[in-house]
T-cell receptor, first 114, second 113 residues
């Protein structure tokens, strides 16, 4: 069945390193979201795209985070340089915009920055 | 702006107990309302939804009714199981084509055998 996939599932890196997370939305979905989840802040919306164009990235720290959709089957979230406070689970979700706006979430990337 | 407020957890219940998780919302328009569930180590998944006032969403024994007059969408289940232990998120999405969803803070449920 159709699912959102994310890679890597786990990433451990050292402070200052670049981190790239990838997401493959469900085929045919035209809206992709990036979320960050931590115990302290809960679920935060970082950015989202419609038809590969960024619609809102106000939740993302601009100095170190960047999000792109090189094509309709790939979304990327990059952190450069990474910091320990970036440690979190990052989720990608997609929706096709049909019906009632249900979002389909990927399994997440658990990032640990030492 | 739009917002969702849900009861703080954790909620701890014994198996077969009755569950209520309260959720209220603030919205400028007529949103769709959702409950999502997150099991350990997984992403969120849709549990149930309601798209207009007085609609009742239901799935896996859970149900919630869209109450416009009280701006509420409380989640209920008559008899919980250990397998229901998870985090539950109430959410809304305005039906304006933007598809952005506002999530509540989540309520963790523990069910004891």
């Amino acid at each position: 069945d159709a699912r959102v996939t994310q890679t890597p599932r786990h990433k451990v890196t050292e402070m200052g390193q670049e981190v790239t997370m990838r997401c493959q939305p469900i085929l045919g979905h035209n809206t992709v979201f990036w979320y960050r989840q931590t115990m302290m802040q809960g679920l935060e919306l970082l950015a989202y795209f419609r038809n590969r164009a960024p619609l809102d990235d106000s939740g993302m720290p601009k100095d170190r985070f960047s999000a792109e959709m090189p094509d309709a089957t790939l979304a990327t979230l990059k952190i450069q340089p990474s910091e320990p406070r970036d440690s979190a689970v990052y989720f990608c979700a997609s929706t096709g915009g049909q019906g009632y706006n249900e979002q389909f979430f990927g399994p997440g990337t658990r990032l640990t920055v030492l | 702006g739009d917002s969702v407020t849900q009861m703080e957890g954790p909620v701890t219940l014994s198996e077969e107990a009755f569950l209520t998780i309260n959720c209220t919302y603030t919205a400028t328009g007529y949103p769709s309302l959702f409950w999502y569930v997150q099991y350990p180590g997984e992403g969120l998944q849709l549990l149930l939804k309601a798209t207009k006032a007085d609609d009742k969403g239901s799935n896996k024994g859970f149900e919630a009714t869209y109450r416009k007059e009280t701006t509420s969408f409380h989640l209920e289940k008559g008899s919980v199981q250990v397998s229901d232990s998870a985090v539950y998120f109430c959410a809304l999405s305005e039906n304006t084509g933007g598809f952005k969803t506002i999530f509540g803070a989540g309520t963790r449920l523990f069910v004891k055998a």
